[in-house]
């Protein structure tokens, strides 16, 4: 019971201020963005929409004309990480009326991701004939800043510290626990371990957002 009241008022919280808060500017990376990436139409176009590295992107939910743009700029595969039912058929309707190859990895914000999905994950993202790769979620923030701090830990030996900054800068939610545990969870493993945010930080945060969502009332 009280597992279902946290997630019911962490979800209402978090809608809340994601409707208030406008999106979070764009990250900068030390990655050179891949030569079949046209920058300029791409990401201008594409909510929260980031180079991860020549062979992943990153962004939220793109739309159909989207999808059209980054299949002209080179891009072969999707990842979606959202775990509707109508959000599934929709999202593999839209990717592969763009011609491109359609990949569903249903995650949760409000659930720990599990082994096997990660390397599912970094299968289908290291696979060349994948290559480049498209990560989205919804909002391009939680799920999406989980997998793709993941990938950096793995691929890209980042410390689990460099990778939490960015999640934050996309947007990631410090209340979504188990994602954030699963990626020092990942560093751990790795021999590379470090200390998750604490209590203080998620409140301190939450009592920011909520700030922000109420001044603009």
Known sequence: MA????????????????????VPAQAQTNVPVASALAADSVVDGVPNFGVVSPTLWRSAQPSQANFDAMKKAGLKTVINLRDGDKD???????????????????????????????????????????????????????????????????????????????MLKYGFHPIFIGLSNSMYSIANQLGRPETPPGADE????????????????
């Open 3 to 22: 597992s279902r009241c946290f997630n019911f008022f962490a979800s209402a919280l978090v809608s809340s201020t994601i409707f208030f808060a406008s």
């Open 88 to 166: 599934i058929r929709v999202g593999k309707q839209m990717a592969e009326e763009a011609g491109l190859k359609y990949v569903s990895l249903p995650l949760s914000v409000f659930k720990s991701v599990k082994p096997h999905e990660i390397d599912q994950f970094l299968k289908v993202v290291n696979d060349p004939e994948n290559q480049p790769v498209l990560v989205h979620c919804r909002q391009g923030q939680d799920r999406t800043g989980t997998m793709v701090a993941i990938y950096r830990l793995t691929e890209q030996q980042w410390s689990a510290t460099n990778a939490y900054q960015e």
């Open 202 to 217: 998620i409140v301190t945060d939450l009592k920011s957002r909520f700030k922000r969502a109420m001044s603009i009332l």
